[in-house]
């Protein structure tokens, strides 16, 4: 169901992308690939590998410019629809799913596209990978910001690999449903702009959990 990389691919695209970012950026995205691993783990194995990749690649344009970025888009000819083009902190995500193929041919899978695509905001029906990428984003153990540090205890201090994969999977959901809340109650103080795919991903999880919860 997903494409598995070997050792030595992501050995290969790690030392790649290590040369592409910034040592702090590289930091980062090796805590993400650890996590998101992690993560994997629990929940989806079979993606580990895929997981693992899809961090690596899920901030590989974050550096540029705006302008650069916008550059990206026009040279793909999309067009952002007008809430996204208010949001260039999104930017990444689009331009990173954009340049894989070209970029990284041998990591241009669909599941992983899709990973990266929708790392910073989520969107309404967000698939387990999605969330994990997202999440392990959101928590990766460099992260020391009040609230990550809140979002990683909460998820860990419940052992989820004590649970059997029902209460599993509603646990994910339910952390997914704080980060994203903090993420919107965050812009809100600040009135900043809250991108509709981030409602979206909320919406959708918390209606998502009662359904879980119900069974």
């Given at each position: 169901?997903?494409?598995?990389?070997?050792?030595?691919?992501?050995?290969?695209?790690?030392?790649?992308?290590?040369?592409?970012?910034?040592?702090?950026?590289f930091?980062?995205?090796?805590?993400?690939?650890?996590?998101?691993?992690?993560?994997?783990?629990?929940?989806?194995?079979?993606?580990?590998?895929?997981l693992?990749?899809?961090?690596?690649?899920?901030?590989?344009?974050?550096?540029?410019?705006?302008?650069?970025?916008?550059?990206?888009?026009?040279?793909?000819?999309?067009?952002?629809?007008?809430?996204?083009?208010?949001?260039?902190?999104?930017?990444?995500?689009?331009?990173a799913?954009?340049?894989?193929?070209?970029?990284?041919?041998?990591?241009?899978?669909?599941?992983?596209?899709?990973?990266?695509?929708?790392?910073?905001?989520?969107?309404?029906?967000?698939?387990?990978?999605?969330?994990?990428?997202?999440?392990?984003?959101?928590?990766?153990?460099?992260?020391?910001?009040?609230?990550?540090?809140?979002?990683?205890?909460?998820?860990?201090?419940?052992?989820?690999?004590?649970?059997?994969?029902?209460?599993?999977?509603?646990?994910?959901?339910s952390?997914?449903?704080?980060?994203?809340?903090?993420?919107?109650?965050?812009?809100?103080?600040?009135?900043?702009?809250?991108?509709?795919?981030?409602?979206?991903?909320?919406?959708?999880?918390?209606?998502?959990?009662?359904?879980?919860?119900?069974?």
């Open positions: 169901m997903y494409n598995c990389f070997d050792k030595e691919q992501l050995s290969r695209l790690r030392e790649r992308v290590e040369h592409t970012l910034s040592p702090y950026r930091s980062h995205t090796k805590g993400v690939e650890d996590m998101a691993a992690r993560l994997a783990a629990l929940y989806v194995p079979q993606a580990q590998s895929m693992r990749a899809a961090a690596l690649l899920h901030d590989i344009t974050k550096e540029l410019s705006e302008e650069q970025q916008r550059e990206i888009l026009a040279a793909h000819e999309i067009s952002l629809r007008p809430d996204e083009a208010r949001l260039p902190k999104i930017f990444h995500a689009i331009t799913s954009l340049l894989i193929p070209r970029e990284y041919p041998d990591f241009a899978d669909e599941a992983l596209l899709s990973a990266v695509r929708w790392h910073t905001t989520g969107h309404g029906d967000m698939t387990v990978p999605e969330a994990l990428l997202y999440l392990a984003d959101y928590i990766e153990e460099g992260r020391r910001f009040g609230d990550c540090v809140r979002l990683r205890n909460m998820f860990f201090d419940a052992a989820p690999e004590k649970m059997d994969m029902a209460a599993r999977e509603c646990h994910l959901w952390v997914m449903q704080a980060a994203l809340s903090v993420t919107v109650a965050g812009l809100e103080a600040k009135g900043a702009f809250v991108c509709p795919d981030t409602l979206a991903a909320l919406e959708n999880i918390t209606k998502k959990l009662s359904l879980l919860k119900g069974m």
